[in-house]
Nanobody
Framework: QVQLVESGGGLVQAGGSLRLSCVASGTSFSIIRMGWYRQAPGKQRELVAS???????TYADSVKGRFTISRDNAKNTVYLQMNSLKPEDTAVYYCNADIRPYGSIWGQGTQVTVSS
């Protein structure tokens, strides 16, 4: 089975930056799409950004212009560069991937906390 492992979360002041990483590992697979989601306590998990195998990106309106998603196919890794962070960005960030032949899988999450 394929596993997703996120890293790069932490505590940062408003206006600062963080870069999240998500590495996919396991048996033979092909990544079709990867995305970052976030969830704050008491709120529903929401899409932050996604990227397809062809490089097409999608962003939530709330992060457009501040966050950048990218991937390194050779390393089976997706990144989320987060700049100009705001307190409302505080959440657990989860990596999600649409992987053939396994379908949709999730990482364990990494905490991002932005102080004012």
């Amino acid at each position: 089975q394929v596993q997703l492992v996120e890293s790069g979360g932490g505590l940062v002041q408003a206006g600062g930056s963080l870069r999240l990483s998500c590495v996919a590992s396991g048996t033979s697979f092909s990544i079709i799409r990867m995305g970052w989601y976030r969830q704050a306590p008491g709120k529903q998990r929401e899409l932050v950004a996604s990227i397809t195998s062809g490089g097409t990106t999608t962003y939530a309106d709330s992060v457009k212009g501040r966050f950048t998603i990218s991937r390194d196919n050779a390393k089976n890794t997706v990144y989320l560069q987060m700049n100009s962070l705001k307190p409302e960005d505080t959440a657990v960030y989860y990596c999600n991937a649409d992987i053939r032949p396994y379908g949709s899988i999730w990482g364990q999450g990494t905490q991002v906390t932005v102080s004012s």
